[in-house]
């Protein structure tokens, strides 16, 4: 999960006047601002726990001060913030944070609670009860709702069948589902019982799914007989049949028959299971008991397999999305995703709020490029989120929401999983200007290691073009040097200085924890190295540069990967880029750039000249690359990220099979051509 970048700024020389600040894209008007939950919060533990003060009329200087309180007196405001928004710990809680150290933080000791009944509370409200808890659309576009009422009773029927197929605290259930309303049924029930959930969408080919699954060893599995996408039925039949034989922890399989097959021998309909109507008991479970497990990618052997805390994902995802998205129980929560993206669990999280949440299964440009924004319209969508790569492709493809579709609900465009380019940010706003002319555009960045963000959206703060508005609450954000040295306005690794309560409680099958050390702790012992490049700016801004494990270095000058693409892809002949920095045995550098033309383009000397002086004049002399080279495709992982890492070290020699797991790839073909190249002696 990544956002927004630019290129960096730079400090000024002692001689130099300070520069003025520069005009923000978009700018809260005050009533949003009062109105804000942050704001009303803010003043709430100033009277209550001794925050600092709303200053009237400077909401940045109100949420800089809240924000360094936030980090300062870290247990104080996840205390103040715990008790504010109700959460109901079953057990009190000893202290809030017994040991601060990293890793080995532990959060609330002795308190006992349930992320599931937290999700429900909605539907304790006679009021609420028939409102819709989910709404569901498919490619056809027609929401059907699931009220609260409903979503509470098939939780309580499958939770009571979970645990007579003897499914106990601790116990793992898996999922081979899309972003369908079953899934999170399943989730959720899952966790009512005290179970550790797990996912994979079901577009992942059987062995990626295996390289996740059985790590954790799981005792049921959710599996639907296929799904749609792109207008296409796609049978996974064969993929379930594999799974069931090659899992034999599994002991009960459930059938979710999404192309209206029967169930398959020996599998358990989904019917069935959720026809009862039957109250949902709620395990109380200590703060730190898993809740699920996330993948990374895998893309350089088996996944790490993330386990996140009951209580951690808990307050950190309603801090995320009440604090800094403003989502609240007239909401309506709408982000793409896929069940195998962390921003799937984010999104169910989105019932903790009380909104309703737009669960969406198909594919992102079907019938059209501008399906996501149909989606937002029918669903009456008020924070609608999406990646970076559909805003820029609706650009490119002249899609004109603000005036093709009825989107005056939507409040805020959220985006995530790359680097949002200062276009992207233009384009919406220019595309909202004719109607409201007040679109909050909210690029945030964090990741699946967390589950939530670093930095990002903040209501009450202006937009800057290229930037995110602020890091998070309770996230101690730095930028460092080589040195561990801390810097401003200039791009250094991202660290994350003070725990947060929903850092992994471990890997799994990590028993001396040091994989999980290596990960985040090995370059800088104590701080979280999280392996991005970021600028924080003297205005509190964040500027994302892409992974610092594949960051260019030219001359001793870093630079980042989104920075080059963001000027090529602004070219209507390159429909998508890779570039790569190689350090060579004998201490040279290489830079070629890899382009993926549109149709009808060719890479001739003048596209190529064009792509240098596009460069050149966006960037500096030092991001030319040395060699053009057109390729038939960018290899991406499953979950959308181009494959910089795996393609460097292919092209620094390492064979195939060191080099990446072709099963987390969505084309593993398109790595011969680098394998190729490596060859060559390139």
């Known amino acids: 999960m990544t956002a927004a970048h630019s290129t960096p700024a730079h400090s000024s020389t002692p001689q130099s006047p300070e520069p003025a600040a520069p005009e923000p894209l978009w700018r809260p008007d005050a009533e949003r601002v ?4 942050i704001t009303r919060f803010q003043t709430w533990a100033h009277e ?4 600092p003060p709303v200053t009237p009329g400077d909401p940045q200087t109100s949420y800089d001060a809240l924000h360094r309180w ?3 007196e870290l247990a104080t405001f996840w205390a103040a913030f715990a008790e504010w928004s109700g959460i109901r710990f079953t057990t009190p809680y000893d202290t809030v944070l017994a040991d601060s150290a990293m890793p080995g933080a532990t959060w609330f000791p002795g308190a006992t609670l349930n992320y599931a009944e937290h999700a429900l509370r909605a539907a304790e409200d006679p009021d609420r009860a028939g409102d819709p808890a989910l709404l569901h659309v498919d490619e056809r576009h027609e929401p059907t709702p699931v009220t609260w009422a409903e979503l509470r009773r098939q939780v309580g029927s499958l939770a009571a069948e979970l645990r007579r197929l ?10 081979y589902l899309p972003n369908i309303p079953e899934a999170a049924v399943a989730l959720l029930a899952t966790a009512a019982v005290g179970g550790v959930w797990t996912s994979c969408a079901p577009d992942f080919g059987a062995r990626s799914v295996l390289d996740r699954f059985q790590q954790v060893e799981p005792v049921v599995l959710f599996t639907v007989d296929g799904y749609r996408y792109g207008g296409k039925e796609h049978d996974r039949a064969d993929v379930v049949a594999e799974l069931r034989r090659e899992l034999p922890t599994v002991r009960a399989v459930v059938h979710v028959p999404l192309l209206g097959t029967e169930a398959p021998e020996g599998a358990l309909d989904w019917a069935s299971l959720t026809s009862a109507d039957t109250e949902p008991v709620f395990e109380q479970v200590p703060f730190d008991h898993p809740l699920w497990v996330l993948y990374s990618s895998g893309t350089t052997g088996l996944p790490k397999a993330i386990v996140q805390s009951q209580g951690g994902i808990l307050l950190e995802h309603l801090k995320q999305l009440t604090l800094h998205n403003d989502i609240g129980p007239g909401d309506r929560f709408f ?21 309703t949440v737009v669960t969406y299964d198909g594919s992102p440009g079907y019938p059209d490029t501008g399906a996501q924004w149909r ?3 029918r669903t009456g969508t008020t924070v609608y989120g999406t990646s970076a790569a559909y805003v820029m492709a609706c650009r490119k493809a002249d899609v004109h929401p603000g005036r093709d579709y009825d989107l005056s609900r939507v409040k805020c465009v959220a985006t995530t999983g790359s680097p949002l380019p200062p276009d992207g940010f233009r384009w919406i706003h220019d595309e909202f200007a004719a109607g409201t002319g007040d679109m909050w555009i909210a690029s945030v960045s964090g990741g699946t290691d967390v589950c939530s963000c670093f930095a990002g ?3 009450t703060l202006p937009v800057h073009t290229g930037e995110l508005q602020a890091p998070s609450l309770a996230v101690d954000l730095q930028a460092w040097d080589p040195h561990g040295k801390p810097v401003t306005d200039e791009v250094g690794e991202l660290i994350v200085t003070k725990p947060m309560p929903s850092m992994p409680i471990r890997f799994w099958n990590d ?7 290596e990960s985040y702790f090995e370059m800088f012992p104590g701080a979280w190295r999280h392996g991005d490049w970021i600028t924080l700016t003297s205005r509190n801004t964040v500027v994302i540069h892409g992974r610092s494990d594949s960051t260019l270095n030219r001359q001793g000058v870093r630079m980042g990967s989104a920075d080059i693409y963001e000027a090529v892809e602004r070219l209507p002949e390159i429909r998508e880029s890779l570039v790569i920095g190689v350090e060579r045995p004998d201490g040279g550098y290489w830079m070629p750039l890899f382009v993926h033309l549109a149709e009808g383009a060719t890479l001739d000397d003048a596209l190529r000249d064009k792509v240098k002086q596009t460069i050149r004049a966006s960037l500096s002399p030092r991001h030319v690359p040395d060699e053009i080279i057109e390729i038939p495709g960018v290899p991406h992982t499953l979950t959308g990220k181009r494959l910089e890492v795996p393609v460097k070290r292919l092209l620094q020699g390492t064979p195939m099979e060191k080099a990446v797991n072709p099963g987390s790839v969505d084309n593993a073909d398109l790595l011969r051509f680098y394998e190729g190249l490596a060859g060559e002696g390139a």
Not at 48 to 51: E, I, P, R, V, Y
Not at 337 to 352: F, I
Not at 511 to 517: F, H, K, M, V
Request: net charge negative.
């Open 511 to 517: 028993p001396d924890g040091s994989r999980y050390r």
């Open 335 to 355: 982000w793409f995703t896929s069940t195998g993206w962390m921003m799937w669990n984010l999104l169910v999280s989105g019932l903790l709020t009380g909104c």
């Open 166 to 175: 003897g499914v106990r605290p601790g116990d793992r259930v898996s999922g």
């Open 34 to 37: 009062e109105t804000a939950q």
């Open 70 to 72: 936030s980090t300062e």
């Open 48 to 51: 209550h726990h001794g925050a």
């Open 375 to 377: 989606v937002a319209e």
């Open 457 to 459: 959206a903040v209501p």
